[in-house]
Nanobody, 124 residues
Framework: QVLLVESGGGLVQAGGSLRLSCICT????????IGWFRQAPGKEREFVAR????????DYEDSVKGRFTISRDNSKNTAYLQMNSLKPEDTALYYC?????????????????WGQGTQVTVSS
């Protein structure tokens, strides 16, 4: 089991950028597949991005492709989500997730370690 703690959220104007961080403690992050999810008010939690253990296997939800970049620094036990060209519809609580399963998909049930979330608010 790992403990995930997100940070970096905040209030930003449309078109701006934020970088979210997810610090992993308890075990080495290098063995985990990393994911970012988000939940807007009144909506279900949804997949945003996924990064494999090796760092080269990425998957992005269509609406964030070309704007968001998921990355990891295993030496710092930290994962990141760089978010550029932010839009008001990106407003949500953003969660970091991790799993040992290399076959984890976009389904929430595939992920067994979750952070508490960091709020991102994009004003128009």
């Amino acid at each position: 089991q790992v403990l995930l703690v997100e940070s970096g959220g905040g209030l930003v104007q449309a078109g701006g950028s934020l970088r979210l961080s997810c610090i992993c403690t308890g075990r080495s992050l290098s063995g985990y597949v990393i994911g970012w999810f988000r939940q807007a008010p009144g909506k279900e939690r949804e997949f945003v991005a996924r990064l494999g253990r090796g760092g080269g296997d990425t998957d992005y939800e269509d609406s964030v492709k070309g704007r968001f970049t998921i990355s990891r620094d295993n030496s710092k036990n930290t994962a990141y989500l760089q978010m550029n060209s932010l839009k008001p519809e990106d407003t949500a609580l953003y969660y970091c997730a991790a799993t040992l399963s290399a076959s984890a998909t976009r389904l929430l049930t595939d992920w067994d370690n979750w952070g508490q979330g960091t709020q991102v608010t994009v004003s128009s």
